[in-house]
Structures are given as structure tokens and as C-alpha cells.
């Protein structure tokens, strides 16, 4: 049989046998309180998966063959066994990414890590200057991401990623994001604000505008060979042809998301009980969900792009972002609320309410809740502040707790 | 079949076959296609 | 991630040749074909074929990659297309030549 083979779009949608990588976020804890923070994250929940159901995730992950899991969280470093845990996934044939703001990464930890294989790092930026990036991730989030930066180049990790979300504020600090990267070896990565988490209530003021939209598309065009995205720009296709990657929407396709207490969500924008598939603890565990959730197979299904459908872009941005429409109140047969022929715009106008964020692990002193848009005074202490159950953060963590490559 | 951006998607990060063989018939008929593991949205 | 590495294009693929796919490489079985992922290079690669994935494993334990075409049932006037998908991953050290017994 010589059938032509069909585009990789079309091969999804009947869903892969495993997913391709995931987030996983290990922690709802943590020392920052970023005001776009897409999954509330600041106080670790009491339910949160134990190191042995942790352990057994991952032998799940290697009998699927998940290539490649990003763990985040929250901090993720802050959980006493993350060393333990990256040791078990890379020594199960589970790739790691980890995303960190930097808070635990010492020249020590850096040289540990650069001896390592199979483990990437990934540091959070949101600017290139202190006054941008701390307007949004805290004061002093600036420098302790800089350390992390300087150890990890100072130990000879090449290639680390430096990942910022793109806002208006430092959308026009592309080339010095570019200069940071260059100078710590490391690989620039930009990805997409969306509104979800705590960014609901920010997107409003730091969402792009239309102009630097284009901006952005016409830079990663000119510049971008050597800059990952994450394809989460697919819905600027419609400026001029499809950037590198899949181009479309992987949740509960080729990715998903594993939160703190095992609830499995069709991916890490879209933490809230609309796109929640089960959880790891049910009785077919991961792989269970994976194959047998009713929200997966909904997706797994053609989507209807109704209106968009007769828009001549849509072949490349297929109606856009699912959780950018979901958390502004827009229909997801309908545009992206950041559309680039304008039609999101139109439909905002009559949108319905936003749905709120959920669950919520703020930290109780933020002031992000909506109505309050100042970055929280913190200390930002070597070690992250008390948690709901663990006065100690480095409980149980030991130097030598890495094993050798 | 809808036009697909798979092509744009080989162009990233694999060089395509030699030109002189292909000579356009092979449009819409790859068998392996290469994408960045980063290449994926849904992954922060 | 986007990598600067790639070989000159010009080589034709050398059908005669033993090959095997990279240590580091692991393959993912799928309805469509296959998925392919290199540890090293954290590429990946889609097989949109059965037939291709059949090739691709028993390539190790063939003479030649035309002989594991052959095996896998590929018609001889589809292999110049075989060839070519078979450059694509050599190109992306998916697959190298292995040392002649």
C-alpha cells in the first residue's frame, strides 16, 4: 500500500499512544509571587503527591515512552526530593527539562547539574532589565535569576534556556534578551502570555498590542533560527505563514499537564475544572487518563472552528489558543482573543464573564487577587518562606544526594 | 487535502533531500517529518 | 530546539551500505508509524509509515538498508522515496553507517 501519508495534523487527531512531553509541576509552593503566574501557584497543597506516587508517575512515563517531561510548578526545587525524583527519571529513560527561577541553583548545584546528562535547565525572565522583570516576578527575582544564570555558565552548562513570557513592557527588550543568552551560553526561549492563573487578572495590561504582535512575528522571522517558542506563536500564522513547529494546539493531544495533587489538565494554561481529565490516582493511573478521558477524546476529535473556519488564515491558526478564548470568556468555536485580523477584539466586546482561576494557591499575602496590580513587597531569602506543612524547606535534601552520571 | 504547513516544518531544523532529485514530485509526500521537542505547544 | 548541525545535503543515501539507528535513538510505535527520539540531540522525528518503521528496525540486522526495504516489503520502484526518508534521518544522526562485518 503506497497512500499518501497525511499531515501530522490530521494523524493527531486520533490521539498518540502516549503523550509526547509533558509539565509536570511538582509543587504548588513557592518563593516568588509573579503576577502572571499561569497556575497561582505560592502555597504548597497539603494533597500533593508523595515521593513513592511521584516515583510511580515516572514508571508510568517509561512504560509509555513519554520522551521528555518539563517539571515546574510553583518552584519545584523547593520539594525536598526534587534531586531524588530527576535522578529517578533520568535514570528511567525520562527526559528532564526543569523550570526554575533560580532560587536553588549555587555554583554547587550548577556543577552538579553540568556533569548530568539528560537534565536541562530552564530560567524564568520576564525582563531584561531589574525594573521590567521585577514588576512582574518581585524584587529582586532579577538578580537571583542572574546568579543562577552566572553559575550555570561558570560550571559549563551550555545551552541552558532562558524562557520569557512575552509582555508589552519587554517586548521591546528582544535584542537584550538576545544579549543575555549570548553571554551565558545559554538558548533564548520567548513564549506567549496567556490569561490564565493569576494572568487573568493582568492580561488586560500586559497583554501585546496589536503592533507588537506584528513586531514580535517580523523579529522571530528576521532573527529567530537559533530561539525556541515552544510554537506558542501559532496565532500569529495568519501575519504571513506558519513560524517552525507544529502549529497547532497539542492540549490533551501530544501534551498535557500533571499538577501537584495528580490532577491531569489537558495543559498548563488551562488549570481549571473545564479541562480536568482525572487524576493520577485513579485506578488506571496516567495512562488510564490518557487514553480514556471523555475531555481528551472530545479533543482528540475535529474541533468546529465555526466562524473562523471561512477565515483564509485558518488553515495555520486554526482559531488560535483554547485557553487564551476559555479565560477571557470567549467561545472556543470563535477567534483568538488576540486574533490578528482583529476579530478577537470584536468579540471581547461581547464576551461573557471571565472565568475565575481554580484552584488558587496564592500566597495569602499576595495582591493579585483582581482589583490589586502592585508586584508584592518580598525578602527574597537563600530559602524560600514557611509552607503550609513544612517549616523547613530543605528538609531532607542532602548535598550529596545527586547521584554520579 | 488542505495545504498543510508541514513543509515549513522540515525547513526548521532538517535540510531537505538533495533539490536535484526531487524535482518537485515528492510535494505533500514526506515520510519522516522533524520537529524541535520544544516545538509543541502546551509546554511552558 | 533548533540545531546548527547539518550535514551537507549532496550525498545521495548509500542503499548498499549496513546501517543502524543511533544508540541514543528510542522508537515510539504509533498508528501513523512511528515516533523517533534521539537523547542526544533531543530531536525528533515522525515516521508517517509502518512500512518506514519496519525498515528503520531491522535495519541493524540486515546487510544493507536495501535488503531491510526489501524485507519490509517496500516495491523497488519506491525506494529512490525510501532513500530519500532514510537520508532525512541520517542527516539528523537518527541512523549511522555501522562498521562492515
Keep these: 500500500m503506497s497512500a499518501e501519508p497525511l499531515p501530522l495534523t490530521e494523524q493527531f487527531q486520533q490521539g498518540l499512544a502516549a503523550p509526547i512531553c509533558l509539565t509536570w509541576e511538582l509543587t504548588y509552593a513557592c518563593n516568588l509571587s509573579c503576577v502572571h503566574c499561569l497556575s497561582s501557584s505560592g502555597r504548597r497543597d497539603p494533597q500533593e503527591l508523595t515521593t513513592a506516587e511521584c516515583r510511580a508517575v515516572i514508571d508510568e512515563l517509561q512504560r509509555m515512552q513519554v520522551f521528555y517531561v518539563n517539571i515546574g510548578g510553583g518552584e519545584p526545587t523547593v520539594r525536598p526530593d526534587f534531586w531524588e525524583l530527576v535522578d529517578y527519571a533520568t535514570g528511567h529513560d525520562v527526559g528532564v527539562k526543569f523550570s526554575t527561577n533560580g532560587v536553588k541553583i549555587t555554583s554547587d548545584v550548577a556543577r552538579r547539574l553540568a556533569g548530568r546528562d539528560y537534565v536541562d535547565v530552564q530560567i524564568s525572565l520576564d525582563g531584561a532589565t531589574p525594573e521590567v522583570n521585577d514588576a512582574v516576578r518581585g524584587p529582586g527575582s532579577y538578580e537571583l535569576a542572574l546568579r543562577a544564570m552566572r553559575n550555570l555558565a561558570a560550571a559549563g552548562f551550555a545551552g541552558f534556556k532562558i524562557s520569557v513570557v512575552m509582555t508589552r513592557h519587554n517586548v521591546g527588550q528582544l535584542e537584550k534578551f538576545k544579549a543575555i543568552a549570548d553571554r551565558f551560553g545559554a538558548q533564548l526561549r520567548i513564549t506567549r502570555l496567556r490569561p490564565s492563573g493569576r494572568g487573568a487578572d493582568v492580561w488586560d495590561e500586559l497583554h501585546l498590542r496589536p503592533g507588537q504582535q506584528r513586531e514580535l512575528y517580523d523579529w522571530l522571522v528576521a532573527h529567530g533560527a537559533d530561539v525556541l517558542t515552544g510554537d506558542s506563536f501559532f496565532h500569529l500564522s495568519g501575519y504571513g505563514g506558519a513560524l517552525p513547529g507544529l502549529n497547532l494546539c497539542g492540549a490533551g493531544r501530544v501534551v498535557c499537564l500533571i499538577d501537584p495533587v495528580g490532577d491531569v489538565y489537558a495543559c498548563p494554561f488551562a488549570i481549571h475544572p473545564s479541562f480536568l481529565a482525572g487524576n493520577v490516582r485513579d485506578p488506571g493511573g496516567f495512562a488510564g487518563v490518557w487514553r480514556r478521558s471523555e475531555l481528551f477524546a472530545r479533543l482528540r476529535r475535529p474541533q468546529a472552528g465555526g466562524a473562523c473556519e471561512s477565515c483564509p488564515a485558518f488553515g495555520s491558526c486554526r482559531g488560535g489558543c483554547m485557553a487564551a478564548k476559555f479565560f477571557t470568556g470567549l467561545p472556543l468555536d470563535g477567534p483568538d482573543p488576540e486574533c490578528v485580523k482583529g476579530h478577537g477584539e470584536r468579540s471581547l466586546a461581547a464576551a461573557a464573564a471571565a472565568p475565575r482561576p481554580s484552584p488558587d494557591h496564592s500566597h495569602r499575602t499576595a495582591s493579585h487577587r483582581a482589583g490589586e496590580r502592585r508586584p508584592v513587597p518580598l525578602t527574597l531569602l537563600a530559602r524560600p518562606p514557611v509552607t503550609a506543612c513544612n517549616a523547613n524547606p530543605l528538609a531532607g535534601f542532602a548535598p550529596g544526594a545527586l547521584s554520579p552520571p | ?44 | 530546539m533548533a540545531c546548527a548541525a547539518s550535514t551537507e545535503p549532496a550525498a545521495p543515501f548509500d542503499l548498499d551500505a549496513p546501517w543502524q539507528l543511533d544508540a541514543q535513538v528510542r522508537v515510539r510505535p504509533e498508528a501513523f508509524g512511528a515516533l523517533l527520539y534521539h537523547f542526544g540531540t533531543r530531536r525528533l522525528s515522525f515516521l508517517k509509515s509502518p512500512a518506514l518503521l519496519a525498515v528503520v528496525r531491522s535495519l541493524a540486522t540486515q546487510a544493507s538498508a536495501r535488503a531491510a526495504c526489501t524485507a519490509a516489503g517496500v516495491p523497488p520502484g519506491e525506494l529512490p522515496h525510501y532513500a530519500r526518508a532514510l537520508q532525512t534521518l541520517a542527516a539528523s544522526q537518527m541512523i549511522r553507517q555501522r562498521e562492515a562485518a
Design chain 2, 1 to 44: 487535502m488542505a495545504d498543510s504547513p508541514t513543509a515549513e516544518l522540515t525547513d526548521e531544523t532538517v535540510p531537505t533531500g538533495p533539490e536535484d532529485d526531487l524535482a518537485g514530485d515528492l510535494a505533500g509526500d514526506v515520510l519522516v517529518e522533524e520537529v524541535s521537542i520544544d516545538g509543541m505547544c502546551g509546554v511552558y
